[in-house]
């Protein structure tokens, strides 16, 4: 309890968000404005009170630890206390040093399929929500057979995310992407790739993907608003790609002129 005797709910029930955001040198966060909006609408849908000053007030504060050309993981979480239902919420955020993220830009990271499914109906799914035991558990299970992270399959056998990540699959001239329906979380990154897909002269498309569609794509990768873009060498029994990924890396270049202009690639 705190000091007014309310129950902190996220500790207790899980009830609460949180955003995960990338910091550049020069303590850079392009996306802020997004993740701010993104914490909003899960506030405003699990009636959690929300202020966005506060949140780029917490933000502001954890730069302070950040080094100008250092690069970091910054995560605010929204904290929920009350007694029978939730009364008040607490931004708090903090930074880590980004460890390397373009050790995998070259070989590609391993995937395998999740060891359970989630339900498409879930409205859990469709927020970045405290509530992430299931997506450690299966991160962790993934990471003891040797690979980067699981991959989610939904009740109807459908693709949905990894345990951090969207994921996409380019098909001819076609990046296609599960839908939110589909149980999945609606990425900061996975957005500013649907819009750019057009630079690379690809069409963009969100519809439910299947294990056929994966085994017949020409490249598959993963991306968050860390790590960017990711491409992925193998789904354990599904797909296998090979280096140079091409795509993954232009599309890669066009997230990054998204952020920054073509002048800071």
């Known amino acids: ?13 899980g ?6 955001l990338r910091v550049y040198p020069g303590r850079k966060v392009p ?30 504060d954890a730069l302070q630890g950040v080094g100008d050309q250092g690069e970091a993981r910054l995560r605010v979480t929204l904290e929920v206390w009350g007694e029978d239902h939730p009364e008040e919420t607490r931004l ?3 930074s880590t040093p980004l460890q390397e993220t373009d050790q995998h830009e070259g070989d590609g990271v391993r995937l395998v399929g999740a060891p359970f499914s989630r339900s498409s109906g879930s409205p859990l ?3 970045k929500t405290t509530n992430y035991f299931e997506n450690s558990y299966a ?8 690979y980067y992270d ?26 296609i992407t599960s839908p939110v329906s589909a149980g999945l979380l609606p990425g900061v990154a996975r957005s500013l790739l649907l819009a750019s897909a057009g630079d690379n002269d690809l069409v963009a498309e969100e519809r439910p ?17 860390v790590v960017e873009l990711l491409p992925v060498k193998e789904i354990g029994g599904i797909f296998s790609g090979t280096p140079p990924f091409a795509w993954t890396a232009a599309l890669r270049v066009a997230y990054r002129e998204a952020l920054f202009g073509r002048e800071k690639k």
């Open 209 to 225: 993907v299947t294990t056929a569609d994966l085994e017949s794509a020409d490249e598959v990768m993963v991306s968050n608003a």
């Open 139 to 146: 991160r962790q299970w993934a990471r003891h057979q040797g």
């Open 92 to 94: 708090v955020a903090h």
């Open 1 to 13: 309890m705190n000091q007014t005797g309310r129950i902190n709910r996220t500790l207790l029930f």
């Open 125 to 127: 799914l469709a927020f």
């Open 150 to 175: 699981a991959l989610f399959f939904n009740d109807r056998g459908e693709i949905t995310e990894t345990t951090t990540a969207n994921v996409f699959l380019i098909r001819g001239r076609s990046l």
């Open 31 to 60: 996306l802020l404005e997004a993740h701010c909006q993104r914490m909003a609408l899960g506030a405003e849908f699990f009636g959690f009170p929300f202020s966005a000053t506060n949140f780029a007030r917490a933000v502001e």
């Open 15 to 20: 009830e609460g968000l949180f955003e995960t």
